[in-house]
């Protein structure tokens, strides 16, 4: 038989045989096929549905802290209190795809409506009984009152108010870590007239805040989990945050070709003393693996840095406004630090010339998106979802703390007298 023969018997019994019996087969997984394409099409707007539909049935809450006359609390306290609020779970898968469950989120604020200073937690209402009891078991003198949220009264109106929104971003790598309460000596816990808290500036700025204007602080909260997927893996998941922090770690350490052997030996053996060669690096360079070790051993969690100023017209200062929010944020930064500034992509759109914006259209749209977004805490999840910031409960105590009575801002509303149990011998 010639080869033309050959191949004409090959063709006929695939004309005949095969191609019918494929067609058959992909008419009967066509359903299924069908059904993955649609789930992986779909699947991310499913889950913005039952998020989106479990939010609206949740009941939400704002407490504002009164702090006592004397605070002698230092950040610690504040970090072990976060602690406490560190959860990652996310329930079951069906809790997950079905119900719309995610992990709980807190937000953590600080305020001046005209001046008048105050700290605020916003929280899922189910939740504030574990945060209280929290709260009072670090700050046993403070007291956590339910309030309103202060944000729901407050409407833009572009005729007789401006507005300037913000969300911050980091200055380095998310790895690097700010410059914290160890690193200003305050776990030492020193005399209140020693102490160097570098959250004053921004109490002092609250306060100088006027009439017909507000400044709004919001730190959105949410454990951090390592759940990533890894570079260069399909599967494989794991926490990127340290990931990356190890890889800065021994980018300072075997930086020198004439070190890098033997660095890498010692790391094989778990010599970490040998490894880390301290003597070779400069003080900076201590400083900062130090920070980086010390970061990564610490509960982290996803965050975001949200600002707002407003105010009506005749009194916006956009210098003093906006100047003391960004500036504020500076002294958590340092050289070799990470720090804090504004993320241009995200509200706090600047136009050059009257062409790019026509009588403020955007501008307007931007802030009204803005407010919509703080009033709803929406950050990690759909409709206002942002890129997440890891900050660690000692970066977090750092800016979010009660100060003691160093802070000499006569706005920040204190409590008159302090709690004290009853005298127990007092007749019956």
């Known amino acids: 038989m010639s080869i033309d023969q050959v191949m004409a018997t090959l063709l006929k019994t695939l004309n005949i045989e095969v191609f019918p019996q494929s067609i058959q087969i992909m008419i009967a997984v066509s359903p299924v096929v069908l059904a993955v394409l649609l789930l992986i099409i779909f699947k991310d707007l499913w889950i913005d549905y039952v998020q989106a539909k479990n939010f609206l049935s949740i009941k939400y809450c704002v407490v504002e802290i009164k702090l006592p006359k004397d605070t002698f609390k230092s950040p610690a306290a504040m970090e072990v209190f976060l602690t406490a609020l ?8 069906y809790a997950q795809y079905w119900k719309g469950e995610t992990r709980p989120w807190y937000s953590l604020e600080i305020i001046s409506v005209e001046g008048q200073v105050k700290f605020m937690i916003w929280m899922e209402e189910r939740r504030k009984t574990n945060l209280v009891s929290a709260m009072y078991s670090q700050f046993p003198n403070v007291e956590v009152r339910d309030v309103e949220d202060y944000a729901k009264s407050v409407h833009f109106d572009p005729k007789t108010m401006k507005m300037w929104a913000g969300e911050f971003k980091f200055t380095k790598d998310d790895p690097y870590p700010i410059k914290t309460y160890v690193d200003y000596g305050l ?5 209140e007239e020693f102490k160097v808290d570098p959250l004053l500036p921004f109490l002092e700025f609250l306060g100088s805040i006027g009439p017909n204007q507000q400044v709004w602080l919001q730190i959105p909260i949410i454990a951090h989990k390592d759940d990533q997927r890894l570079p260069g893996h399909i599967f494989k998941k794991g926490d990127l945050w340290k990931e990356s922090a190890k890889e800065l770690i021994d980018e300072i350490m075997i930086r020198d070709p004439k070190t890098k052997g033997v660095a890498a030996e010692n790391k094989k053996k778990g010599d970490i003393g040998e490894y880390l060669d301290i003597p070779r690096l400069s003080k900076g360079e201590q400083e900062t693996v130090t920070s980086l070790e ?20 005749e009194v916006f200062n956009t210098p003093m406004g906006v100047g003391g929010v960004v500036g504020s944020l500076k002294q958590f930064s340092a050289e070799g630090f990470n720090g804090f500034k504004p993320n241009g992509k995200k509200w706090s759109f600047q136009f050059d010339y009257p062409w790019q914006d026509f009588m403020d259209i955007r501008k307007n749209r931007h802030c009204r998106m803005a407010l919509m977004a703080y009033k709803r805490r929406s950050y990690f999840y759909a409709p206002f979802s942002s890129k997440r910031l890891v900050l660690n409960t000692e970066e977090l105590a750092t800016i979010y703390h009660f100060p003691g009575s160093v802070s000499q801002t006569p706005t920040l509303e204190r409590l008159p007298s302090k709690k004290a149990q009853a005298p127990s011998n007092l007749p019956i």
Do not use: E, L, M, W
Not at 86 to 93: A, F, K, L, Y
Not at 294 to 313: E, L, P, T
């Open 187 to 191: 776990d030492k816990d020193p005399k």
């Open 86 to 93: 560190h959860n990652t779970s996310d329930g079951t898968p």
């Open 294 to 313: 010390r970061s990564v051993s610490k509960f982290a969690f996803d965050c975001g840095i949200r600002a707002i100023y407003i105010g009506q017209k």
